[in-house]
């Protein structure tokens, strides 16, 4: 059975259709890739996983159970955790402190021993340790997106939605990332899903990725079926380059 199962999801706003019918699943202990152009409704997609939204249509079911049934505040505390595309830190509290609202997914002994222990630990794992009393307010992008990614582990996720952890991370940043997120699969026991514009980072990490166009799945499947796609390239880069590539396909 899969984690999470997304069946025919739609989602409106207004006359808008952001979400068309969607369907995808997340085997436990796979990273899948959600990728598609700007506006494909990935992050709706998100928001209606961790009941930010409501669907207009369609059934969300995370390890068989419907998850649609769950009040927003509860899907922490079954195992759902995530990161956003715009950081949603608190600049006024430390780094540390940051971590520990992560931790309250699952208790309310924030001061606890035990429990900045296991924040500690997160933060050491993500080469933060030494930034733990200094306030989150001045530092950098990339060290705030790690900070962020550290709460959301201190919740002890089952399931890691990551939104545009690459957003604003230089070349070298981007390849640390991929090892990191690796190794926090296996260090964490973690499934993942990852919503991303840089396609390297997708195809070198995902086992199974998923595309969305105007809020329709156009195609799932293993990275290299993705890649050589025909409605995927056309979505990302038009019709004629989706044809081009098509007849060199024939040739070969």
């Known amino acids: 059975m899969a984690l999470l199962e997304v069946?025919?999801?739609?989602?409106r706003f207004g006359g808008i259709l952001a979400l068309d019918e969607l369907s995808l699943t997340v085997e436990e202990g796979d990273v899948a890739g959600l990728i598609g152009p700007?506006?494909?409704?990935?992050?709706?997609?998100?928001?209606?996983?961790?009941?930010?939204?409501?669907?207009?249509?369609?059934?969300?079911?995370?390890?068989?159970?419907?998850?649609?049934?769950?009040?927003?505040h509860c899907v922490v505390r079954l195992g759902i955790a995530r990161t956003f595309q715009n950081l949603q830190l608190c600049a006024h509290m430390t780094v540390l402190e940051n971590v520990l609202v992560g931790a309250h997914g699952h208790t309310r002994l924030a001061f606890d021993h035990t429990v900045r222990g296991?924040?500690?630990?997160?933060l050491d794992a993500l080469d933060l340790a030494g930034l733990a009393p200094a306030p989150a307010a001045g530092l950098p992008f990339g060290t705030l997106k790690r900070i962020e990614l550290a709460r959301a582990l201190a919740s002890r996720p089952r399931l890691l939605l990551l939104d545009e952890p690459a957003g604003g991370l230089n070349h070298e940043e981007v390849g640390k990332l991929a090892e990191l997120i690796g190794q926090l699969r296996k260090d964490y026991?973690?499934?993942?899903?990852?919503?991303?514009?840089?396609?390297?980072?997708v195809m070198s990490v995902s086992d199974r990725v998923t595309v969305l166009d105007f809020?329709?799945?156009?195609?799932?499947?293993?990275?290299?079926?993705?890649?050589?796609?025909?409605?995927?390239?056309?979505?990302?880069?038009?019709?004629?380059?989706?044809?081009?590539?098509?007849a060199a396909a024939r040739t070969d």
């Not at 995370?62 to 649609?68: E, F, M, S």
């Open 7 to 11: 069946e025919n999801v739609s989602r």
């Open 38 to 72: 700007n506006g494909a409704g990935k992050t709706t997609a998100f928001n209606v996983i961790t009941r930010l939204y409501k669907p207009s249509s369609g059934a969300v079911r995370y390890d068989g159970k419907d998850l649609l049934r769950e009040p927003a």
């Open 118 to 122: 296991e924040a500690m630990a997160i």
């Open 189 to 201: 026991s973690l499934t993942i899903l990852l919503v991303e514009h840089h396609m390297n980072l």
């Open 215 to 246: 809020g329709r799945t156009i195609a799932s499947g293993p990275p290299k079926e993705i890649q050589a796609n025909p409605a995927v390239i056309e979505a990302y880069l038009g019709a004629g380059a989706a044809t081009s590539t098509d």
